[in-house]
């Protein structure tokens, strides 16, 4: 069965960091494009970062220098390194894979910063 799971949510103060986990099962995440996407309370969901199978990435201007993807397909996982985190980074941050066979998305995990 197809499925990707993101987990390493939570809820931290300003400034502090977390650290996202994608696992998928299934498939091999090797041969995909990985996205990070988040959707905050009342707004659209929006890209956040990429990485494609040959490593290279891209970020929404308001998370670079902060955040980071990465992949490690012996573990069959994506990441998302994140520092330096804001109130407005608030919000359900979701996986997504796309690739020649598919697109497939997680379920979501809940990022909350406030002090």
């Known amino acids: 069965q197809v499925q990707l799971e993101e987990s390493g949510g939570g809820l931290v103060q300003p400034g502090g960091s977390l650290r996202l986990s994608c696992a998928a099962s299934g498939f091999t995440l090797s041969r995909y494009t990985m996205t990070w996407y988040r959707q905050g309370p009342g707004k659209e969901r929006e890209l956040v970062a990429q990485i494609t199978s040959s490593g290279d990435t891209n970020y929404a201007a308001s998370v670079k220098g902060r955040f980071t993807i990465s992949r490690d397909n012996a573990k069959n996982r994506a990441y998302l390194q994140m520092n330096s985190l804001k109130p407005e980074d608030t919000a359900v941050y979701f996986c997504?894979?796309?690739?020649?066979?598919?697109?497939?998305w997680g379920q979501g995990t809940q990022v909350s910063i406030s002090s």
């Open positions: 997504r894979a796309f690739g020649s066979a598919g697109v497939y």
